[in-house]
């Protein structure tokens, strides 16, 4: 009993995640910087922190989704000296060539080419001093990233509706996924289109939550009818706490933890059923948030947007070419 006591504690715990609504506007630009460039590691480090503040210079970009757009930089030595101590110190010019661009159809959007000087006691201290140069107010670097996003926002501009187009035949497969990943990635450009995607991810995400909840119903339904004792309460538990409170089904997941607490000895139900009703008060109140329709679709929007995460994270690294 103690095992199915401490996974609805574990359920009561958690709380649905609510994105706000600024996410919706966000780009989706990624830093990137090639591997094998010969340069410290903590410099090279310093440097995608720097490009980091570039890209959010505006606040409107999302690092979590992308895997199409990037900001990057070439770094070229123009020339280096060592001037004798002590201390010794290392002083180079750099060539900087910053870019944006599609790596998926190897588009160069936007490029512009900066030369910076740093001097250091070593040689990882002298490109840091080189990069602290750079900096997002400079105006060739503010007009390098105007026109890199608005290149960004004019592809998402014509792509919009072909995106909707794809996501619907995906979620129509079953790949519900992946169709909200691709939704996701759209920012909200104020227009027609936006609201369309708006609906969509939602509708589509409703598609997800009722699909996997009648899954995982029927999962806890055969691990009860296999063994109708603690041990098929506790895996049956397992299942029915992932489901989501959105889910046509949730009044067969009501019956069927109604069945598995009378089921079970009396001695130690008192506990399970104490546990059963505060679980079930906790899905009453997140449902009759429900009845509010605003509320309704932010949880299926937090939801769309929890998925196309998880999307995101478990791909493949893809490989990069750059320009």
């Given at each position: 009993?103690?095992?199915?006591?401490?996974?609805?504690?574990?359920?009561?715990g958690l709380s649905l995640p609510v994105f706000s609504q600024s996410k919706a506007e966000l780009i989706s630009l990624c830093v990137y910087l090639p591997t094998n460039m010969d340069i410290p590691e903590a410099a090279l480090q310093y440097l995608e922190n720097k490009l980091e503040t570039f890209a959010t210079s505006n606040g409107n970009t999302n690092f979590l989704l992308c895997d199409r757009f990037i900001l990057t930089a070439k770094i070229d030595v123009l020339n280096k000296d060592i001037i004798a101590g002590p201390p010794q110190k290392i002083s180079q010019t750099l060539s900087i060539t910053l870019q944006i661009g599609d790596v998926q159809e190897h588009k160069l959007f936007a490029s512009t080419n900066l030369t910076a000087i740093g001097t250091g006691t070593n040689l990882t201290k002298s490109y840091m001093e080189a990069f602290k140069t750079l900096n997002k107010n400079d105006k060739q670097i503010v007009e390098f990233l105007e026109k890199g996003k608005g290149k960004v926002i004019t592809y998402y501009q014509q792509q919009c509706e072909p995106i909707c187009q794809t996501a619907t035949l995906l979620a129509n497969s079953?790949?519900?996924?992946?169709?909200?990943?691709?939704?996701?990635?759209?920012?909200?450009?104020?227009?027609?289109?936006?609201?369309?995607?708006?609906?969509?991810?939602?509708?589509?995400?409703?598609?997800?939550?009722?699909?996997?909840?009648?899954?995982?119903?029927?999962?806890?339904?055969?691990?009860?009818?296999?063994?109708?004792?603690?041990?098929?309460?506790?895996?049956?538990?397992?299942?029915?706490?992932?489901?989501?409170?959105?889910?046509?089904?949730?009044p067969e997941v009501e019956k069927l933890t109604h069945e598995i607490s009378s089921k079970l000895e009396a001695d130690e139900g008192q506990r399970w059923q104490f546990q059963l009703k505060q679980y079930n008060d906790r899905v009453r109140t997140e449902r009759l948030k429900m009845q509010n329709e605003k509320e309704v679709s932010k949880m299926q929007i937090a939801a769309a947007r929890d998925t196309a995460v998880a999307f995101a994270e478990n791909q493949p690294q893809q490989q990069i070419i750059l320009w």
């Open positions: 009993m103690k095992k199915i006591i401490v996974l609805f504690s574990v359920f009561l079953h790949q519900y996924d992946e169709a909200l990943y691709k939704l996701a990635v759209l920012p909200d450009l104020g227009n027609e289109c936006s609201e369309k995607v708006q609906d969509l991810m939602a509708n589509i995400a409703m598609q997800k939550i009722n699909t996997d909840g009648l899954n995982l119903l029927n999962q806890a339904k055969l691990s009860w009818t296999k063994e109708q004792n603690e041990n098929g309460a506790v895996s049956a538990v397992s299942f029915l706490c992932q489901i989501h409170p959105l889910a046509d089904c949730y």
